[in-house]
């Protein structure tokens, strides 16, 4: 089996991980290739092997790959969508940080986890994702246009509120005057969508939420729409530009710019343990069920 493996090792002790992960796939016989800055990271580390520093590396991905791990935290997993892309190779999430609400194995057994996955034990969750395009057309957003979690538009060095034109399917919505607002698939609804006051989805449901953040509109709430809807946005503020964000990606947009926003023609596909559910995720990481009475 061909596993690509990648990190970015901003979380404290992490490298004590490494090892053992790295111990479980050859154990597995896994044909491993790691992420080329990755493993110079990894083979500067005390207390990591230095047989590891020579197995083979990948710079990109190709349809070869069985597996994809993913070794870190949530930022983690949306960086490695940028190397999967629509290649279809399944995502395995392994967390080394805080909340990790995407990478569903857990650094405390993660031998184990391994082992099953190897041997098949796991289901597949099919994640949508969106994607932008911009008239006129911005470089720095191609040829990686999507995003798992959500599409952002904020304001840029200004204190001021932007004014965000929305129409959904030709139709006027709002305008938006706020800081931003935040276009987010169900993946997303427990991010950047959740804190400035968006509803949770399930990934399996077929929508996406539109959230303003920090609204002067008081009316202005949350709304959830079909993703098979297309969105256009207008941005206009007393700067000459704004910033847009795909999930950690960062471009500067020149006011006025069409913005429009749809869902993915290809998906990402996370592995899930099947001991595993998003509903006993929402409870062990946002702590759902915590009540005194229950």
């Known amino acids: 089996m061909k596993i690509g493996i990648y990190g970015q090792f901003y979380h404290e002790d992490s490298e004590k991980y490494i090892q053992p992960i790295l111990d479980a796939l050859k154990d597995d016989k896994a044909d ?9 990271i990894i083979i500067q580390q ?24 993913s ?10 969508v940028t190397f999967v892309g629509d290649l279809g190779i399944p995502i395995v999430g392994i967390n080394t940080g805080r909340l990790g609400f995407l990478a569903t194995i857990q650094k405390e057994n993660v031998a184990e986890s391994i082992h099953n996955i190897l041997e098949g034990n796991y289901s597949i969750s099919e994640r949508t994702l969106l994607s932008v395009e911009t008239k006129p057309e ?11 979690n959500e599409i952002a538009v904020n304001r840029k060095n ?33 991010g950047y969508s959740l804190s400035c006051g968006g509803p949770v989805i399930d990934p399996g449901a077929n929508s996406m939420v539109i959230t303003p953040i920090a609204p002067h509109n008081l009316n202005a ?22 910033l847009i964000s795909l999930d950690s990606r960062i471009a500067t947009l020149k006011n006025d710019t069409l913005v429009t926003i749809k869902k993915s023609p290809f998906t990402i596909k996370l592995v ?14 946002l702590l759902w069920g915590e009540d005194k009475r229950n």
């Open 32 to 40: 491993i290739y790691i992420e080329s800055n990755f493993l110079e």
């Open 46 to 69: 005390i207390g990591i092997s230095n047989t590891f520093s020579s197995l083979k590396t990948f710079n990109k991905l190709d349809s070869s790959f069985d597996l994809f791990f």
């Open 71 to 80: 070794i870190g935290g949530d930022g983690t997993i949306l960086k490695s």
């Open 138 to 148: 911005y470089s720095e957003l191609n040829p990686l246009n999507f995003a798992l």
């Open 158 to 190: 200004t204190t001021s509120m932007i004014k965000v034109e929305t129409e959904v399917n030709g139709e006027f919505l709002n305008s938006y005057w706020s800081d931003g607002l935040i276009i987010s698939t169900p993946t997303g609804s427990t």
């Open 221 to 242: 709430r949350p709304l959830v729409i079909p993703d098979i809807c297309t969105i256009n946005l207008r941005v206009s503020g007393r700067e000459e530009s704004y």
């Open 272 to 285: 899930q343990l099947k001991k595993d559910s998003f509903i006993k995720t929402l409870r062990k990481k």
